[in-house]
């Protein structure tokens, strides 16, 4: 406004954020309902259909009160994230990213209501800590090369137990081998009264370091489980706590962030035991079928039966409940797409030379420190009304990404003139793959709604098909001013997609 009285011409382009999850909610629930398994029902068409027309429902209300409030805003040439200019640059950015091998899909460990079927957020977690009473149990690995041995471990959630491919221990702590009712058995020497109590009939036969025991290899207790060469062996971690449990952990990467972790630098499998509705897999013979909550007291029953289990009590702890309809929330890798934003983190922080920041304390502070702990972006959403991933995929796992509407249509199989690139539409569009020639799909899922957002200085004038001058003119803005919590939000995402 400063700059406008002063006499320069300032654009002042209103924009309206459109897509995402706060608007998948309110939709669900003016409809009653609350599950991904209901907004199938009513079907995608229809359901982004009302999230669309719910966003411009409060447009007048906006614009009246921009007008009252004496907001300089054009509201006339106002952008929409969710019109087909908008995502196109948004895809045109995001093949420039892939062009760069900035786009990759991981497994990544979420906290994951399996009745909602979707992972939750850190803040949506916290919303839901409960007291709860668990089993506490500790298992017996026999040694595979070793008679008559085995390594206590220690669980809390013993359905995870199917799908285990490793002990951790702790590699610089003392570990012991103790007789223990005609039976070897190796633990942690700190825990050695609490696991045995103190008059127990123990003798120790072994002290050594804990790394001594790496590499050890263990008969696994079940056998669904495809291994590799590393597969049920000890290894070591420095995540292994010696002050309670029995100081070896048991790994299974699909179900904890340290598992996951810990599986991608031993090299081992992942194995996913369970499908999205928290329920074992057919394969998991015993248990086909079951969730697995009911499915614990079936383990611990079938381990006992074949001298597996060494003891078990119930602990009291808290644990996270959905907020929205209190099932109990698992900790459950799920394939997601990321951009690699910690290989660039040296430009970013170049990037965040050029900004002038009020207050200055910001630079280096909040917004600094915010990008020297860099980690890649989590880009994918498992839902509906947002920007679809434009990467399509057969069976041979050949990827591509698409650019732009043009290109789509250049390489689909059939594409109507009109196509709105909002899902179940663009999910209807075969690629015929250039290498195998077999059909290319769509993936599933759509992109966070903050990378809409960090898009706005391109897509706002559909660039790079349009406004080339416009926006050369324009970028980079001038002045932005927003609230602090922005720093770690919109100002992220500007400054990483420009970089
Ligand atoms: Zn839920
Ligand atoms: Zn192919």
């Known amino acids: ?298 383990i611990i029953k079938d381990l006992k039966e074949r001298g597996l289990l060494f003891s078990i009590k119930k602990v009291k702890h808290s644990y996270p409940f959905c907020w929205r309809c209190e099932s109990r929330l698992i900790y459950y890798a799920r394939k997601s797409w990321y951009i690699k934003t910690s290989r660039i983190k040296d430009d970013l922080l170049k990037s965040n030379e050029e900004v002038n920041w009020y207050p200055q304390h910001i630079k280096y502070g909040r917004f600094g420190n915010w990008l020297e702990n860099n980690v890649d972006w989590a880009l994918t959403r498992e839902r509906y009304w947002g920007t679809p991933l434009p990467v399509w995929v057969d069976d041979n796992g050949h990827k591509i990404c698409i650019g732009s509407v043009a290109q789509l249509r250049k390489m689909a199989v059939d594409m109507p003139r009109d196509l709105d690139l909002h899902r179940p539409y663009v999910d209807n569009i075969i690629i015929k793959c250039k290498k195998c020639g077999k059909d290319m799909r769509r993936v599933p899922e759509v992109i966070d709604v903050w990378f809409d957002s960090g898009s706005m200085p391109y897509a706002q004038y559909h660039y790079p098909f349009e406004n080339v001058e416009l926006f050369e003119d324009n970028f980079p803005a001038d002045f932005i001013g927003e609230a602090i919590d922005q720093t770690r939000g919109w100002f992220y995402t500007l400054l990483a997609i420009s970089t």
């Open 1 to 298: 406004r400063y700059k406008t009285m002063k006499g320069y011409y300032v654009p002042r382009k209103a924009g309206w954020d459109t897509h995402g999850l706060p608007v998948e909610l309110e939709m669900e629930k003016e409809l009653n309902i609350n599950s991904k398994k209901e907004i199938e029902e009513i079907g995608i068409e229809k359901f982004n259909k009302l999230c669309g027309q719910s966003v411009m429902r409060y447009e007048e209300e906006w614009k009246k009160l921009t007008e009252r409030i004496g907001f300089w805003l054009d509201m006339d040439n106002a952008y929409f994230t969710f019109k087909n200019d908008y995502i196109e640059t948004v895809w045109w950015i995001l093949k420039t990213i892939w062009d760069k091998n900035l786009l990759y899909q991981d497994y990544k460990i979420v906290p994951y209501c399996p009745r909602c079927g979707t992972a939750l957020s850190s803040h949506e977690v916290a919303l839901g800590y409960r007291e709860v009473e668990d089993y506490s149990v500790i298992v017996k690995f026999p040694h595979a090369e070793k008679k008559n041995t085995y390594f206590l471990v220690w669980t809390t959630t013993p359905w995870t137990l199917i799908s285990n491919v490793a002990g951790a221990v702790n590699k610089d702590a003392d570990y012991v081998e103790v007789e223990y009712k005609g039976e070897n058995l190796i633990l942690v020497k700190n825990l050695l009264a609490e696991v045995f109590g103190e008059n127990a009939d123990c003798r120790v036969i072994g002290n050594f370091k804990g790394k001594s025991l790496v590499s050890s290899h263990y008969r696994p207790l079940y056998d669904y489980v495809d291994g590799n060469s590393n597969a049920f062996s000890i290894i070591g971690g420095d995540f292994v706590s010696t002050e309670e449990g029995t100081g070896i952990v048991h790994i299974a990467p699909a179900f904890g962030e340290d598992d996951m972790n810990a599986g991608k630098e031993n090299d081992l499998p992942v194995v996913q035991m369970v499908d999205e509705e928290g329920k074992f897999k057919e394969r998991v013979e015993k248990f086909s079928r079951m969730p697995i909550e009911e499915a614990n007291p079936e």
